[in-house]
């Protein structure tokens, strides 16, 4: 019997609701009316297959400045105007813009191999020709002025710059299977190796963002990186420091090929294909929207994500899965509280890869939303159930969490674990913008099912990866903790800890050429 990838795909989005909103889960059982209607919509009628379906596989990767960011944004735009809910493109800057095509990375000595790897964001294409050569190494030597006469001699190679791993299998592999004894020595050889290979990078005289860019003025037809993840498969994929040559990354495994080759002077050639160009500066944009408050309106509940990924896969879960919880909260909003008391604001903030500049640079236009701000919650780590929440050093706080937990279903509120009074962020995600002006944001912190390892800014960030019962789980939890918060009599203390004063603000970088300043 022949089956269609259309019912394929209407089976998968049909259990994944079904797994999640039937039997295997209580009803909701409180006397709140709205939080009733929350519930239903939110664990009964969940888009959050559908939403996160089109923004993994569809629009895919938003590297700030891209095309997948811009066409991210208008989707944004476009399924709140679909709801009803007045949404805009709020411009806070520029930056450079880069389109990212095809790669295709080869050893063709001393045999035949296609390896996987990708240019690096921001790195340069080929021009659209292949571009092949011998590879070397960055070798051992005795300071900077010897490196500096060795330079000449990478003109026209495709030079490795990072260390080869003994191995690629994770260290819970090694734990399962190994003795102890050989697991102790694979991990004292790899310590050493990374303390030579660092000491290697520190006779340069040169910083790994330098180190680049001087091969290239030196005449390498390209750089070779690679950063293993610890996990089967992965690496974790940045940016590229070179502005005329290729910047590639490959995986551990093929990488170590190719060094290992190298090493032993086997000749090895690549040849690199790769597809990008530069766009010049383009603009860039937050996207916002809003429910107007009926009383209240200029007090407000902000929800918070960043928007951007990095570009080495699809941004699932860095930070896809933010983006649809909030989406999906305030989708639940509109309908179950369309008229909330406090104004329901929803961010979704471009630029935090490269320094939360999006949502810095919203704070510091908006300061009437910062006076304003009654409570803010930011997801941004991963697919996994909301299990802590940190009062980020406000000292009050934590009472009105309390109230607002104990009404929602334990079902939900049994996970999470509330800290007080929490240390104030000072980076690593968009609440920290809002913090250091002293203003009630808090970070909902989530399950790590591997995030760091597998899925924090790799190439495995893929829609697979999103546990969509949690994903259902932490939108219904936001959609109820912004109505509550919206209806609460009492606003949030902005009173701090004598010991947790908010750390102070930075401005953001409003385009490239201020970032590397």
């Known amino acids: 019997m022949r089956t269609s990838l259309r019912s394929l795909t209407s089976t998968f989005a049909a259990l994944a609701l079904a797994t999640g909103a039937g039997a295997q889960e209580p009803r909701f059982t409180g006397r709140d009316s709205v939080l009733g209607r929350i519930w239903s919509l939110g664990m009964d009628s969940s888009q959050t297959f559908a939403l996160s379906q089109t923004l993994s596989d ?11 960011q811009r066409a991210g944004v208008d989707w944004l735009l476009s ?15 520029t930056w450079r813009g880069w389109r990212r095509g095809t790669s295709h990375i080869d050893l063709v000595a001393p045999r035949v191999r296609s390896l996987e790897g990708t240019l690096l964001a921001w790195s340069p294409g080929t021009n659209g020709r292949a571009v092949e050569a011998v590879t070397v190494a960055l070798p051992d030597l005795a300071d900077s002025a010897a490196y500096a006469r060795w330079m000449p001699t990478a003109r026209g190679k495709m030079v490795l710059i990072s260390p080869a791993q003994p191995t690629c299998r994770p260290d819970s592999n090694w734990a399962e299977w190994a003795t102890p004894e050989s697991f102790a020595e694979m991990k004292r050889e790899r310590a050493a190796m990374d303390t030579a290979w660092a000491e290697r990078l520190r006779k340069t005289g040169l910083t790994t963002r330098v180190l680049p860019a001087q091969l290239e003025a030196a005449g390498a037809a390209g750089v070779v990186t690679s950063l ?68 209240l309106p200029n007090e407000y509940v902000v929800l918070s994500a960043h928007f951007d990924s990095w570009d080495g896969s699809s941004g699932s879960t860095d930070n896809g899965t933010g983006t649809v919880t909030m989406l999906e909260a305030m989708r639940i909003l509109k309908r ?22 999006g949502s810095r640079a919203f704070a510091e ?14 997801q941004d780590n991963g697919t996994g159930r909301v299990v802590n929440i ?23 509120t049994r996970h999470i674990n509330v800290t007080a009074p929490g240390t104030p962020a000072t980076g690593g995600s968009d609440h920290a913008a809002f913090v250091c002006h002293g203003a009630p944001a808090f970070s909902l912190s989530s399950l790590s099912w591997d995030y760091g390892t597998y899925t924090w800014h790799t190439n495995r960030d893929t829609f697979d990866k999103i546990v969509l019962d949690d994903l259902r789980n932490n939108a219904t939890l936001v959609a109820m903790l912004a109505y509550l918060a919206a209806e609460d009599p009492q606003r949030v203390a902005r009173g701090r800890a004598a010991d947790q004063p908010a750390p102070p603000c930075r401005s953001p970088a409003r385009s490239y050429e201020q970032s590397t300043r």
């Open 58 to 68: 569809s629009i895919g990767p938003r590297l700030t400045g891209s095309p997948g």
């Open 228 to 295: 293993w993840s610890r996990g089967w498969g992965v690496t974790k994929i940045f940016q590229a420091r070179t502005t005329r040559v290729p910047t590639v990354e490959l995986s551990c495994e093929d990488y170590g090929l190719v060094y290992r080759l190298t090493d032993r002077n086997q000749a090895p050639r690549l040849r690199v294909q790769g597809d990008a160009s530069f766009t010049g500066d383009v603009p860039v944009f937050n996207a916002v929207a809003e429910i107007r408050g009926r009383q």
């Open 79 to 93: 399924r709140y105007k679909s709801w009803g809910i007045p949404a805009r493109a709020e411009r806070y800057g």
């Open 390 to 412: 940190s009062m980020q050093g406000l000292a009050a706080a934590e009472p009105r969490f309390r109230e607002w937990l104990t009404r929602i279903p334990e079902s939900i």
């Open 365 to 378: 236009d908006n300061p009437e939303v910062v006076a304003g701000l009654h409570a803010l919650f930011n």
């Open 336 to 357: 179950a509280y369309p008229n909330p008391r406090r104004t329901i604001l929803v961010g979704h903030w471009s630029g935090e890869e490269q320094g939360l500049n």
